[in-house]
């Protein structure tokens, strides 16, 4: 009989629903207007295996490639919790660390003409060279993150330094033609440890300053300025505004002076 069981139409109006350009626009907007990082759901933001970033990770990679309300309330939740944790200081750790992350720009694009083959070359010999200098100015590599990384000193300057080395180091390097530029961030804070992993606001916010940077370019938060006492490092300070960092926070591009 007509009218019998579930409507053939139902999925399709969840779909629309779902991809509606004002309903997205709402969701987004209402993001901005909660807690937290506004912008959680990108590679680096989701990286680490705690629950909450699992949690992230799995929505974001639901709906990649296409525009979702779901995703963003989805993400919207985990916003809320992460930035009631910090509140609450169950996202701090004990002792201040200095925060690098790095990554190519424009390598998807790259690897994808490349191919796979000279794709991993590529990322090994740029994994080779940030390790090495992570190691030499006495830091740690918490994790890699496809053609980037990400690491912790206890020293700013030690952080700095190898930032620069890094940026040398990549631009030294070739692959049939291509030469890849390396951008960095670097912020200080107390992120928390769990296991060998670090979370929490600080980590996000030397994630934002590093997705800032331009080709071949380090950027430092004020913090870490202030903790880098070296004639040898030029800082100049750079506009910066990002969705999920302090709205006073200074950032600086440094290079050898």
């Given at each position: 009989?007509?009218?019998?069981?579930?409507?053939?139409?139902?999925?399709?109006?969840?779909?629309?629903?779902?991809?509606?350009?004002?309903?997205?626009?709402?969701?987004?907007?209402?993001?901005?207007?909660?807690?937290?990082?506004?912008?959680?759901?990108?590679?680096?933001?989701?990286?680490?295996?705690?629950?909450?970033?699992?949690?992230?990770?799995?929505?974001?990679?639901?709906?990649?490639?296409?525009?979702?309300?779901?995703?963003?309330?989805?993400?919207?939740?985990?916003?809320?919790?992460?930035?009631?944790?910090?509140?609450?200081?169950?996202?701090r750790?004990?002792?201040?660390?200095?925060?690098?992350?790095?990554?190519?720009?424009?390598?998807?694009?790259?690897?994808?003409?490349?191919?796979?083959?000279?794709?991993?070359?590529?990322?090994r010999?740029?994994?080779?060279?940030?390790?090495?200098?992570?190691?030499?100015?006495?830091?740690?590599?918490?994790?890699?993150?496809?053609?980037?990384?990400m690491?912790?000193?206890?020293?700013?300057?030690?952080?700095?330094?190898?930032?620069?080395?890094?940026?040398?180091?990549?631009?030294?390097?070739?692959?049939?033609?291509?030469?890849?530029?390396?951008?960095a961030?670097?912020?200080?804070?107390?992120?928390?440890?769990?296991?060998?992993?670090?979370?929490?606001?600080?980590?996000n916010?030397?994630?934002?300053?590093a997705?800032?940077?331009?080709?071949?370019?380090?950027?430092?938060?004020?913090?870490?300025?202030?903790?880098?006492?070296?004639?040898?490092?030029?800082?100049?300070?750079?506009?910066?505004?990002?969705?999920g960092?302090?709205?006073?926070?200074?950032?600086?591009?440094?290079?050898?002076?």
């Amino acid at each position: 009989m007509a009218g019998d069981g579930p409507s053939p139409r139902g999925p399709a109006r969840l779909r629309e629903a779902d991809s509606s350009p004002r309903v997205l626009r709402a969701a987004r907007w209402l993001r901005e207007l909660l807690p937290g990082d506004s912008e959680l759901g990108d590679p680096l933001s989701t990286a680490g295996d705690e629950p909450q970033q699992l949690v992230a990770r799995r929505i974001a990679e639901a709906a990649a490639g296409r525009p979702s309300v779901a995703r963003e309330l989805g993400l919207g939740a985990v916003q809320v919790f992460q930035a009631l944790s910090e509140a609450q200081g169950r996202g701090r750790g004990e002792r201040e660390l200095a925060i690098l992350f790095t990554d190519l720009v424009d390598f998807s694009s790259w690897a994808l003409v490349a191919g796979d083959e000279a794709a991993v070359g590529l990322v090994r010999s740029v994994g080779k060279v940030g390790e090495t200098a992570v190691f030499q100015h006495g830091g740690r590599v918490v994790k890699r993150l496809g053609d980037g990384l990400m690491a912790v000193f206890d020293d700013a300057g030690g952080a700095v330094a190898a930032a620069l080395d890094m940026r040398h180091g990549v631009a030294a390097l070739s692959v049939d033609g291509y030469v890849p530029q390396l951008r960095a961030g670097v912020h200080t804070g107390r992120p928390r440890k769990i296991g060998g992993d670090y979370i929490g606001v600080d980590v996000n916010v030397a994630a934002r300053v590093a997705g800032a940077a331009d080709a071949g370019e380090v950027l430092v938060s004020g913090p870490v300025r202030d903790r880098v006492a070296s004639d040898a490092i030029a800082f100049k300070r750079r506009r910066f505004r990002a969705k999920g960092a302090p709205k006073e926070l200074e950032v600086y591009a440094v290079d050898i002076a």
